[in-house]
């Protein structure tokens, strides 16, 4: 019975935990929206989370290299959305561009790296709600 109480007591934590992390990353989220100049092309914040993906050229987004610059590239926010009924599924938007990665000040360009991987981290909050709303589909109705 001890054994049962510590993991939920653990996974009480762990979900007290992720939740006070998901309101600060949205709090940060929405102040780099403006910083980084999303806004200017997403004027309401919510519709952010409509697009497939945000991804980045001109630097890494891998672990071991976050926030490397790939030399040459140029600095650019890509928004990927899907229309499953166009002839073209997936098209790429720009909604962000700040030039040669080289010549863009190192704080700015790793405030675009932080406001990328912020953005994924509520994204995939969304997905998992997402998918647990799909999977009630698949309980057992009460008979």
């Not at 080289?102 to 994204?123: A, G, H, P």
Request: glycine share 4%.
């Amino acid at each position: 019975m001890n054994l049962a109480l510590d993991r939920l007591e653990n996974l009480t934590n762990q979900i007290s935990t992720y939740e006070l992390a998901r309101k600060d990353n949205i709090t940060i989220l929405k102040e780099l929206y403006k910083e980084v100049g999303i806004d200017k092309k997403v004027e309401n914040f919510k519709d952010l989370f409509l697009f497939k993906a945000i991804n980045l050229s001109g630097a890494s987004l891998m672990e071991e290299s976050l926030g490397e610059i790939k030399e040459g590239k140029y600095l650019q926010v890509l928004a990927i959305s899907y229309d499953k009924n166009a002839k073209v599924k997936s098209k790429n938007s720009s909604l962000a561009y700040f030039g040669r990665v080289e010549s863009v000040d190192i704080e700015f360009k790793n405030r675009v790296v932080e406001f990328i991987i912020r953005y994924r981290f509520e994204k995939s909050f969304i997905t998992l709600e997402h998918y647990n709303n799909m999977l009630t589909n698949f309980k057992k109705k009460d008979v």
